[in-house]
């Protein structure tokens, strides 16, 4: 898709400059990554992502509020609030299956705007003999912007003065505390600075937005793909993918089973920060019990060259306008499977579709209730919709997988699974 859309837009240059195709103003971020190119050569797609959604300065997440029908796509939470009803329902049930530990926290990465953890939290609130066990939620976010949006959500009213703040030092990572009728909401840059605790986990759509190291298989080794400058009249782009010249020393993560199969011009996606988080938490709750669950795009097998940018929710160049697009790639389910084998002895339990998981926690009962309580046939219509989005096979119901984790202790059935997961899938 987007060799054909660079093909038509460099023929259209063609015909309007004649010659020469006038080049796409440069964001700062833009400039920056320029200036790095020249200066050291070429660079990982991992770090050219990394640097387009997280830079401090100018990245993509830095920004705020990049959600929704204003921002440039929407998710899960933000269609209906059915989807962390459900949610909660399931962390609920695993609560139950797992002993009905006495203290629980929940850890979410990636929170968004906070609507999935509010709508989780209104849920929760309703099992007084649950709720009354909950005493923290930490949250994983790096965007001091997206912080305040989420704080706002989960706090309504609170001012930066209501937020305590302890700074960073040399053995501690800063954190961002505030309180709400008892229970503590903190904001760290990662799970290794949370406090020991059983726990529930949580990570929508956050493993896509993770760099990736890009590869291609030739006649006799791995190249890793770079981003180079695009200094050609023929193209509007300031960056273009190119193959690295020889192999990166990176490439030693190829010399494993897993891509022994590939064959000449193929290519496969790596993410080493998606294996970095994924054995920190299964470290994590092996260290202290709990459950999780991971829910993204994807599938349960390697992939290659699914990197794409969304920019006013439609696809777009992925090395055009760095900063003002998200990037993200489809993830590699096996691999966070793999991760949480090798460092934990938690058991892993799918992906499943987002279909299918929705509809085991009764999504069609919840649709009935509301439709019932609707004032008004829009309400209804938007009720419907949503619902329909959220598990159309067509939509996000395929697409979207669902993997759980959990610790398990020796005295549970071996027949058990969390709800929505067979025995079968067990891995």
Not at 9 to 22: A, P, T
Not at 52 to 76: H, Q
Not at 173 to 195: N, Q
Not at 323 to 337: E, I, Q, Y
Request: aromatic share 10%.
């Amino acid at each position: 898709m987007f060799r054909i859309l660079s093909f038509s837009i460099n023929k259209s240059c063609i015909r309007l400059y004649s010659s020469s195709c006038q080049k796409e103003p440069l964001t700062p971020l833009g400039k920056h990554l320029l200036d790095s190119i020249k200066l050291t050569g070429p660079l990982s797609v991992s770090h050219f992502m990394r640097q387009v959604l997280v830079n401090p300065l100018s990245g993509y997440y830095m920004k705020g509020d990049v959600f929704g029908k204003k921002g440039d796509f929407i998710t899960s939470p933000e269609i209906s609030q059915i989807f962390g009803e459900l949610c909660a329902v399931w962390y609920l049930s695993e609560w139950m299956r797992l002993g009905r530990p006495s203290k629980t926290q929940i850890i979410e990465f990636g929170p968004g705007r906070g609507t999935l953890m509010s709508d989780m939290l209104r849920t929760l609130s309703q099992f007084n003999y649950f709720y009354e066990t909950l005493t923290d939620i930490h949250l994983i976010e790096a965007s001091p912007e997206l912080r305040k949006i989420q704080r706002e959500r989960l706090v309504k009213g609170s001012k930066d003065e209501d937020v305590v703040r302890i700074k960073g030092t040399k053995d501690k990572a800063p954190v961002e505390t505030i309180t709400k009728d008892g229970l503590k909401i903190s904001w760290h840059d990662g799970i290794e600075v949370v406090p020991d605790q059983w726990s529930f986990v949580m990570a929508h759509e956050f493993f896509d937005a993770l760099p990736v190291h890009l590869f291609e298989k030739t006649e006799s080794e791995w190249r890793e793909i770079l981003v180079d400058i695009d200094d050609t009249s023929e193209s509007k782009y300031n960056f273009k993918p190119i193959k690295s010249p020889k192999p990166t020393g990176i490439v030693k993560l190829l010399e494993n089973d897993r891509y022994a199969n590939f064959k000449e011009g193929e290519r496969v996606e790596i993410s080493p920060d998606s294996w970095g988080v994924m054995d920190k938490v299964a470290k994590y709750l092996n260290r202290n019990g709990g459950t999780g669950l991971v829910i993204d795009y994807g599938q349960d097998y390697v992939q290659g060259d699914t990197l794409r940018a969304i920019k006013n929710h439609k696809i777009v160049y992925p090395w055009s306008d760095p900063g003002n697009a998200d990037l993200s790639a489809d993830v590699d389910f096996s691999f966070l499977k793999e991760a949480i084998r090798t460092g934990s002895d938690l058991i892993a339990y799918g992906p499943i579709t987002q279909k299918d998981f929705l509809q085991s926690l009764g999504i069609a009962n919840r649709v009935e209730s509301l439709f019932r309580k609707a004032k008004d046939s829009r309400t209804r219509k938007t009720i419907l919709d949503g619902a329909e989005r959220l598990v159309d096979p067509n939509e996000m119901g395929r697409i979207y997988k669902v993997l759980a984790f959990a610790k398990e202790e020796n005295k549970l059935e071996t027949t058990q699974a969390p709800i929505g997961f067979e025995k079968e899938n067990m891995k």
